[in-house]
C-alpha cells in the first residue's frame, strides 16, 4: 500500500462533499425556524393592540365545555354576563365588519341577554363594535334546525349570505332557494341564488333563472347582474 | 511483525478453489436446484447471470461433489478455437489422446456419442460459454442431442450474452437456472464465513451490521467485487496496523477505510 497519502485527501474531498447536503439541511432548517419564529411575533404584534384601553373592540367568546356560560367582554371592562342553553363553542376568529348589533344565532331567551348587555354598555359609553369571534359550524346548524322549525325567511337568508361570503356555493344556492319558497320576492336572496350558480360554473342556468326572475321584478341590480353575466 | 490483517486480506483474493466455497442459503438452493436438474433427462442446462454472482464456484463445486458419482467433467478454460475444444472432448468421450496431426471429424464424433447412448451418461461443465462462437454452441448443441453427453453452460448475463443465449439456447436449453447477487443478509454471512473459515474471528467481529451496509452499498452483493472492496480495506487496514496504529480501530473498521477502498477501486468519486 503505497498511495495511502493521496488515497487520504482523496477521502477527505469525499468526506466534505458527502456532508454537504447536511449543512445544506442545518442551514435550510434553521431559516425555516427562524422564518416561523418571525411570523408568529408579527402575528403576536397586533393581537397585543387588543390589550390597548383606547382600543375598542368586543370579545365574544362562548364555550361549550361549560356549556351553559356564555362570557361577553367589551372594551377591556372585562364584564362577564352568564346565560343559560348555549350550545355552540366559537373556535375561529374572523374579523368582521363594524356592526351596531351582535349577530344573534341562540335562541329567543339567549337573544334578550345579549341585547340587554349591549344596551347596558351603550348606557356606559358610545362604543364602536368590532366582533372579532363568530359562530362555527354548529351555530349554522342551529340557524338552520330553527328555520326548519319556524320557516323564517331571515334565517334562511342569513345562512345563504354567510355561506356564499364563506365560498360554500352549493350550501349558499340551497339556503337562498329555500328563502325564495318561503319568500320569493327577496331580491337579495335571488341574487345570491344566481351568483352561486354562476361560481358553480352554471352560467347559463343562472341567466335563465334571472331573466325570469325579471319578468316579475323590475331589480335594478338584478339588471345589471344580468348584463354583466352576458358579456 | 505479521499484521493481523494479513490474512484478513488473503481471504478475500478472489479463486474458485473448492475450499473457498461458503454455503450461504442462496447458493444452497441454486446447487440443489442444479443438481436436480442434472438427475432429469435434459441435454442442456444453463447457468446464467451477471459476472460474479458465483456461477464457476457453483460448477466448481458441482463437479467436485459429484466427482465420484457421475462421469462429471470441468471445462474451466474455454477453447481458443474449434480444434482445441474438439481435442479436449475427444479425450473425455474416448479417454484416449488424439493421435499427433490428426483432426476430429465432427459427424464421426456425433456419431460416437450416439452410440454411447445407453451406456454412459457424460456431464461437461462448460465454464464461461460466452467465449465460444455461435458455430460452436450449434455443434455442442449437436452433440447433445446425442443424449449420451449432458452440457451445462455457465454464461454472463451481458447484453451481447443474452443474445447468444436467446438464438442458442432458448429452444434447446430444458433448464435455466439464474443466479443473482447477494442479499445484505447473505453478502454478511459470506463475509463473516468466509473469515470465520480462517479463525479470523476477531475481523469478523469488527465488521457490524453498518459497515455490512455499507459493503453491500458499494458492492451491490456481487461476490467478486466484494472480494475486491474487503481485500482493499484489509490491505488498508494493514497499512495503518503496521505504519499508524493511533489511525485505527480494532474494534470496528472505521467507515473511513471502507470508503476509501471504496474510492481505489472507483466504487465512488470525489
Given at each position: 500500500?503505497?498511495?495511502?497519502?493521496?488515497?487520504?485527501?482523496?477521502?477527505?474531498?469525499?468526506?466534505?462533499?458527502?456532508?454537504?447536503?447536511?449543512?445544506?439541511?442545518?442551514?435550510?432548517?434553521?431559516?425555516?425556524?427562524?422564518?416561523?419564529?418571525?411570523?408568529?411575533?408579527?402575528?403576536?404584534?397586533?393581537l397585543?393592540?387588543?390589550?390597548?384601553?383606547h382600543?375598542?373592540?368586543?370579545?365574544?367568546t362562548?364555550?361549550?365545555?361549560?356549556?351553559?356560560v356564555?362570557?361577553?367582554?367589551?372594551?377591556?371592562?372585562?364584564?362577564?354576563?352568564?346565560?343559560?342553553?348555549?350550545?355552540?363553542?366559537?373556535?375561529?376568529?374572523?374579523p368582521?365588519?363594524?356592526?351596531?348589533?351582535?349577530?344573534?344565532?341562540?335562541?329567543?331567551?339567549?337573544?334578550?341577554?345579549?341585547?340587554?348587555?349591549?344596551?347596558?354598555?351603550?348606557?356606559?359609553?358610545?362604543?364602536?363594535?368590532?366582533?372579532i369571534?363568530?359562530?362555527?359550524?354548529?351555530?349554522?346548524?342551529?340557524?338552520?334546525?330553527?328555520?326548519?322549525?319556524?320557516?323564517?325567511?331571515?334565517?334562511?337568508?342569513?345562512?345563504?349570505?354567510?355561506?356564499?361570503?364563506?365560498?360554500?356555493?352549493?350550501?349558499?344556492?340551497?339556503?337562498?332557494?329555500?328563502?325564495?319558497?318561503?319568500?320569493?320576492?327577496?331580491?337579495?336572496?335571488?341574487?345570491?341564488?344566481?351568483?352561486?350558480?354562476?361560481?358553480?360554473?352554471?352560467?347559463?342556468?343562472?341567466?335563465?333563472?334571472?331573466?325570469?326572475?325579471?319578468?316579475?321584478?323590475?331589480s335594478?341590480?338584478?339588471?345589471?347582474?344580468?348584463?354583466?353575466?352576458?358579456? | 511483525?505479521?499484521?493481523?490483517?494479513?490474512?484478513?486480506?488473503?481471504?478475500?483474493?478472489?479463486?474458485i478453489?473448492?475450499?473457498?466455497?461458503?454455503?450461504?442459503?442462496?447458493?444452497?438452493?441454486?446447487?440443489?436446484?442444479?443438481?436436480?436438474?442434472?438427475?432429469?433427462?435434459?441435454?442442456?442446462?444453463?447457468?446464467?447471470?451477471?459476472?460474479?454472482?458465483?456461477?464457476?464456484?457453483?460448477?466448481?463445486?458441482?463437479?467436485?461433489?459429484?466427482?465420484?458419482?457421475?462421469?462429471?467433467?470441468?471445462?474451466?478454460?474455454?477453447?481458443?478455437?474449434?480444434?482445441?475444444?474438439?481435442?479436449?472432448?475427444?479425450?473425455?468421450?474416448?479417454?484416449?489422446?488424439?493421435?499427433?496431426?490428426?483432426?476430429?471429424?465432427?459427424?464421426?464424433?456425433?456419431?460416437?456419442c450416439?452410440?454411447?447412448r445407453?451406456?454412459?451418461?457424460?456431464?461437461?461443465?462448460?465454464?464461461?460459454?460466452?467465449?465460444?462462437?455461435?458455430?460452436?454452441?450449434?455443434?455442442?448443441?449437436?452433440?447433445s442431442?446425442?443424449?449420451a453427453?449432458?452440457?451445462?453452460?455457465?454464461?454472463?448475463?451481458?447484453?451481447?450474452?443474452?443474445?447468444?443465449?436467446?438464438?442458442?439456447?432458448?429452444?434447446?436449453?430444458?433448464?435455466?437456472?439464474?443466479?443473482?447477487?447477494?442479499?445484505?443478509?447473505?453478502?454478511?454471512?459470506?463475509?463473516?464465513?468466509?473469515?470465520?473459515?480462517?479463525?479470523?474471528?476477531?475481523?469478523?467481529?469488527?465488521?457490524?451490521?453498518?459497515?455490512?451496509?455499507?459493503?453491500?452499498?458499494?458492492?451491490?452483493?456481487?461476490?467478486?467485487?466484494?472480494?475486491?472492496?474487503?481485500f482493499?480495506?484489509?490491505?488498508?487496514?494493514?497499512?495503518?496496523?503496521?505504519n499508524?496504529?493511533?489511525?485505527?480501530?480494532?474494534?470496528?473498521?472505521?467507515?473511513?477505510?471502507?470508503?476509501?477502498?471504496?474510492?481505489?477501486?472507483?466504487?465512488?468519486?470525489?
Amino acid at each position: 500500500m503505497y498511495d495511502i497519502k493521496p488515497l487520504e485527501e482523496k477521502w477527505k474531498q469525499y468526506n466534505r462533499k458527502k456532508k454537504r447536503p447536511l449543512y445544506i439541511s442545518i442551514g435550510l432548517l434553521f431559516l425555516i425556524v427562524l422564518a416561523i419564529y418571525l411570523i408568529k411575533f408579527t402575528r403576536i404584534a397586533p393581537l397585543d393592540s387588543l390589550s390597548n384601553p383606547h382600543n375598542n373592540s368586543v370579545i365574544v367568546t362562548k364555550t361549550q365545555k361549560q356549556h351553559h356560560v356564555q362570557k361577553l367582554l367589551i372594551n377591556d371592562s372585562l364584564d362577564e354576563i352568564e346565560t343559560n342553553e348555549i350550545q355552540e363553542e366559537i373556535k375561529k376568529v374572523l374579523p368582521v365588519e363594524p356592526i351596531d348589533e351582535i349577530p344573534v344565532l341562540e335562541e329567543p331567551a339567549q337573544t334578550e341577554v345579549g341585547t340587554k348587555t349591549v344596551k347596558k354598555k351603550k348606557v356606559h359609553k358610545k362604543i364602536h363594535l368590532n366582533i372579532i369571534e363568530t359562530s362555527s359550524v354548529s351555530a349554522y346548524k342551529d340557524v338552520a334546525k330553527r328555520f326548519y322549525q319556524a320557516h323564517d325567511p331571515d334565517d334562511s337568508l342569513f345562512l345563504a349570505k354567510a355561506y356564499f361570503k364563506k365560498g360554500n356555493y352549493k350550501k349558499a344556492e340551497y339556503w337562498a332557494l329555500q328563502t325564495n319558497k318561503v319568500n320569493k320576492n327577496i331580491e337579495e336572496s335571488w341574487l345570491i341564488f344566481v351568483k352561486s350558480k354562476v361560481r358553480q360554473g352554471h352560467k347559463n342556468e343562472a341567466i335563465h333563472i334571472l331573466e325570469s326572475y325579471l319578468k316579475r321584478s323590475h331589480s335594478k341590480e338584478a339588471k345589471n347582474l344580468l348584463q354583466k353575466l352576458k358579456k | 511483525m505479521k499484521s493481523r490483517y494479513e490474512a484478513a486480506k488473503n481471504v478475500f483474493i478472489d479463486s474458485i478453489d473448492i475450499d473457498d466455497y461458503i454455503e450461504l442459503d442462496s447458493s444452497v438452493s441454486a446447487y440443489r436446484q442444479l443438481q436436480h436438474s442434472i438427475e432429469k433427462p435434459l441435454k442442456m442446462i444453463l447457468l446464467f447471470g451477471r459476472p460474479g454472482t458465483g456461477k464457476s464456484i457453483l460448477l466448481n463445486r458441482v463437479a467436485e461433489k459429484l466427482k465420484h458419482q457421475k462421469e462429471i467433467y470441468y471445462f474451466d478454460t474455454p477453447a481458443t478455437n474449434d480444434k482445441e475444444f474438439f481435442h479436449k472432448l475427444f479425450k473425455v468421450l474416448t479417454k484416449q489422446d488424439l493421435p499427433k496431426n490428426t483432426e476430429v471429424n465432427f459427424s464421426a464424433l456425433v456419431n460416437y456419442c450416439k452410440g454411447l447412448r445407453g451406456k454412459r451418461e457424460i456431464i461437461i461443465l462448460l465454464d464461461e460459454a460466452q467465449m465460444y462462437g455461435p458455430e460452436m454452441m450449434e455443434k455442442i448443441r449437436l452433440i447433445s442431442d446425442s443424449r449420451a453427453v449432458k452440457f451445462i453452460v455457465s454464461l454472463h448475463k451481458t447484453e451481447d450474452e443474452d443474445l447468444i443465449a436467446k438464438e442458442h439456447f432458448q429452444s434447446r436449453i430444458w433448464e435455466v437456472i439464474e443466479l443473482h447477487n447477494a442479499s445484505k443478509e447473505d453478502q454478511a454471512a459470506y463475509i463473516h464465513k468466509k473469515l470465520l473459515k480462517k479463525n479470523l474471528f476477531e475481523i469478523a467481529n469488527s465488521l457490524k451490521e453498518k459497515e455490512m451496509k455499507l459493503i453491500h452499498k458499494f458492492t451491490k452483493g456481487n461476490y467478486r467485487e466484494c472480494n475486491k472492496l474487503l481485500f482493499t480495506i484489509f490491505e488498508i487496514c494493514e497499512y495503518y496496523d503496521k505504519n499508524e496504529p493511533s489511525k485505527i480501530n480494532y474494534d470496528r473498521v472505521p467507515q473511513r477505510i471502507i470508503e476509501m477502498a471504496a474510492l481505489k477501486l472507483g466504487y465512488i468519486d470525489v
